[in-house]
């Protein structure tokens, strides 16, 4: 299950299983939105994208949905594997402001064998 | 290999001292990024340059100083090192313009002691 504390928040799943994971953006006036995947000891690695006037895009087992209406936005990853263990980050972006990219706080997925 | 590539990948030094963080990128990006990550893994951006000219400075002390010798390299100076200055610094690029992901080199980890 899914843990919010202190610390970074944590998703823990068993191999094979599918894994969603989820962000609040802050902006409603946010028009395009990237999903991160930071392994330990590297930087931010792009994983998949999506654009305002779409609300699901799919990638190589993963999946991105897209709710304006909450400004929810979620990465789902099917059948996981442990080389999926990394800290996943959503950011947004504005193309009325200064198109830098606002990241989110980040979660850590953690897939045991 | 076409990346974004920073050196040094760790740095340990003491307080009050003078260091730079370098930053190549081969993909004929226009615009490059610092970003620091601290303890929880969260990312802030501190500058934004784009051709050479700097777009976002963001609330950092003003002993962080980038430099762009030119669009393909922005390089970090920090001035009289403090304990807070501890974290993993990331250097990153996009093409110019909304909707597009920002490539992230594999960071530098400045411990101060």
């Known amino acids: 299950g899914e843990s919010v504390g202190l610390h970074l928040p944590t998703l823990s799943v068993q191999e094979g299983d599918n894994s969603i994971i989820n962000c609040a953006y802050s902006n409603s006036a946010s028009d395009y939105f990237i999903w991160y995947k930071q392994e330990s000891g590297k930087g931010p690695q792009f994983i998949i994208d999506i654009r305002s006037n779409m609300d699901k895009r799919q990638g190589q087992r993963v999946t991105v949905l897209l709710n304006k209406t909450v400004k929810h936005l979620s990465l789902q990853i099917a059948a996981t594997q442990p080389g999926d263990s990394a800290v996943y980050f959503c950011?947004?972006?504005w193309g009325g402001g200064s198109y830098i990219p606002t990241f989110g706080r980040g979660t850590s997925l953690i897939v045991h064998p | 290999d076409t990346a974004v590539s920073q050196t040094p990948k760790y740095l340990v030094t003491q307080m009050g001292n003078d260091k730079s963080i370098k930053c190549e990128q081969n993909?004929?990006?226009?615009?490059m990024y610092w970003y620091k990550q601290d303890s929880k893994k969260f990312l802030k951006i501190m500058f934004s340059y784009n051709n050479k000219e700097l777009i976002i400075n963001e609330t950092v002390p003003n002993r962080f100083s980038p430099k762009s010798p030119d669009k393909a390299h922005l390089n970090l100076h920090i001035n009289s090192l403090e304990l807070g200055d501890s974290a993993v610094y990331f250097c990153?690029?996009?093409?110019?313009?909304?909707?597009?992901?920002?490539?992230f080199g594999d960071g530098t980890r400045l411990s101060i002691l």
């Open positions: 950011a947004e972006n």
């Open positions: 990153a690029s996009s093409p110019t313009g909304n909707n597009q992901p920002q490539h």
């Open positions: 993909l004929g990006h226009d615009t």
